[in-house]
Nanobody
Framework: VQLVESGGGWVQAGGSLRLACATS????????MGWYRQAPGKEREFVAR???????YYADSVKGRFTISRDNAKNTMYLRMNNLEPEDTAVFYC???????WGQGTQVTVSS
């Protein structure tokens, strides 16, 4: 199973980005999927989760600004990030709970 993130980049505060996590070698439809991030000098932290039934859960720091979604037909998960803040600067990783698979990460940089 391989997870490949894309969509990261540089954006000014208040801007938006959409991350994608394309999965191959295994379906995402039956597994909880999630996004995590790691800022420089900090530990990796939870961002958002989507369950196989479609339910979602967010870290308080991103609630109301980020939206996690999935397209099972495309075997891809997304993270729509609005109203980005400099504190959101981090490498974002996608995760498939079933089998504990991680992507390589995509950098998000938010300037003030």
């Amino acid at each position: 199973v391989q997870l490949v993130e894309s969509g990261g980049g540089w954006v000014q505060a208040g801007g938006s980005l959409r991350l994608a996590c394309a999965t191959s070698g295994g379906t995402i439809a039956i597994s909880t999927m999630g996004w995590y991030r790691q800022a420089p000098g900090k530990e990796r932290e939870f961002v958002a989760r989507i369950y196989s039934g479609g339910g979602t859960y967010y870290a308080d720091s991103v609630k109301g600004r980020f939206t996690i979604s999935r397209d099972n037909a495309k075997n891809t998960m997304y993270l729509r990030m609005n109203n980005l803040e400099p504190e959101d600067t981090a490498v974002f990783y996608c995760h498939r709970l079933m089998g504990d698979y991680w992507g390589q990460g995509t950098q998000v940089t938010v300037s003030s």
